[in-house]
Nanobody, 123 residues
Framework: QVQLVESGGGLVQAGGSLRLSCAAS????????MGWLRQAPGKEREFVAA????????SYADSVKGRFTISRDNAKNMVYLQMSSLKPEDTAVYFC????????????????WGQGTQVTVSS
């Protein structure tokens, strides 16, 4: 089973950009579908973006479509979330997650989770 560590969060002004990174341990990383999810204070955790094991398929929540891009580098055991045109409502703790399946997981039903990284967007 992989282990996940996120990085790249921080404070940014509205309209700015950030890139989140997720480093995965383990030899079987390429067998995992990966995702980014987020949880704002007082709200439930929600799906943000997903990518298939090969990177050939991606999916996004409507709220981030056109602004966020998920990608992965299986040779480096890394997953990324490039976020642009950030809005205050994007403020949340962002989690990297994994599940050993073929296809995409566009819900919160992942098996492995990182510890999260805080993203704060000021207006």
């Amino acid at each position: 089973q992989v282990q996940l560590v996120e990085s790249g969060g921080g404070l940014v002004q509205a309209g700015g950009s950030l890139r989140l990174s997720c480093a995965a341990s383990g030899r079987t990383f390429s067998m995992y579908a990966m995702g980014w999810l987020r949880q704002a204070p007082g709200k439930e955790r929600e799906f943000v973006a997903a990518i298939s094991w090969s990177g050939g398929s991606t999916s996004y929540a409507d709220s981030v479509k056109g602004r966020f891009t998920i990608s992965r580098d299986n040779a480096k055991n890394m997953v990324y979330l490039q976020m642009s045109s950030l809005k205050p409502e994007d403020t949340a703790v962002y989690f990297c997650a994994a599940r050993r399946v073929i296809g995409l997981i566009t819900t919160t039903r992942y098996d492995v989770w990182g510890q999260g990284t805080q993203v704060t967007v000021s207006s």
